[in-house]
């Protein structure tokens, strides 16, 4: 069974401290590693995907990085926009496109 | 990036009861994904609604209480059957992007059951 696991649970920040969430996960072939943010009484919005280890991608002050067993989103120079839950999932091979969620990481950027 | 719309955006209803729940689509999709979110759990797949099929329910889900329409490219719906409370969720659905490895939400139905 495909699992995802993310920490912490919720990250405290001042504007401008960097810091890594992490996504650790097991999956029967990975096909891709989603990443979103969720701000409250909202959906979920696309960040990015990340399909084998090695792999980065950016945006903006965030960075996501992939291994074979986890993924780090990491947020340099945070402000406070950037407060939000961000989410984690996989997608494995084979079926058909169904995302696997951990519960997500809680972060507040404060002044 | 697809935009996507849900109706009711949230709702308060009886236990007993049923709801329907729409999501719209601005462009043509293949498939359409229903997610229930539940407080403070992850985002769980419900089911995977291809137009012209029926669809494709995931463990511990079934059509009896949650029964789902795809009548065209850009719509779907999704009922909540025989409410309870532990019914009360954000209901979420979701479609591919044109690059399959993408998967774009809508706002999501917040429903609380009484």
């Known amino acids: 069974e495909d699992q995802v696991t993310q920490s912490p649970e919720a990250l405290r920040l001042q504007e401008g401290e960097s810091s890594s969430l992490n996504c650790s996960y097991t999956?029967?072939?990975?096909?891709?590693l989603f990443w979103y943010r969720q701000d409250p009484g909202k959906g979920p919005e696309f960040l990015f995907t990340?399909?084998?280890a090695g792999e980065e991608k950016e945006k903006e002050r965030l960075k996501a990085t992939l291994t074979k067993k986890e993924s780090f989103l990491h947020i340099t120079a945070p402000k406070p926009e950037d407060s939000a839950t961000y989410l984690c999932?996989?997608?494995?091979?084979?079926?058909?496109?169904?995302?696997?969620f951990g519960t997500g990481t809680r972060l507040q950027v404060t002044l | 990036s697809a935009v996507i719309s849900q109706k009711p955006s949230r709702d308060i209803c009886q236990r007993g009861t049923s709801l329907t729940i729409q999501c719209q689509v601005d462009?043509?999709?293949?498939?359409m994904f229903w997610y229930r979110q539940q407080p403070g759990q992850s985002l769980t797949l419900i089911a995977t609604a291809n137009q012209g099929s029926e669809a494709t329910y995931e463990s511990g889900f079934v059509i009896d209480k949650f029964p789902i329409s795809r009548p065209n490219l850009t719509f779907s719906t999704l009922t909540v059957s025989n409410m309870s409370p532990e019914d009360s969720s954000i209901y979420l659905c979701s479609v591919e992007g044109v690059n399959v490895n993408e998967q774009f939400f809508g706002p999501g139905t917040r429903l609380t059951v009484l």
């Open positions: 990340l399909y084998s």
């Open positions: 999932a996989v997608q494995a091979s084979g079926t058909a496109s169904k995302l696997t």
């Open positions: 999956v029967s072939g990975l096909r891709g």
């Open positions: 462009s043509q999709v293949t498939m």
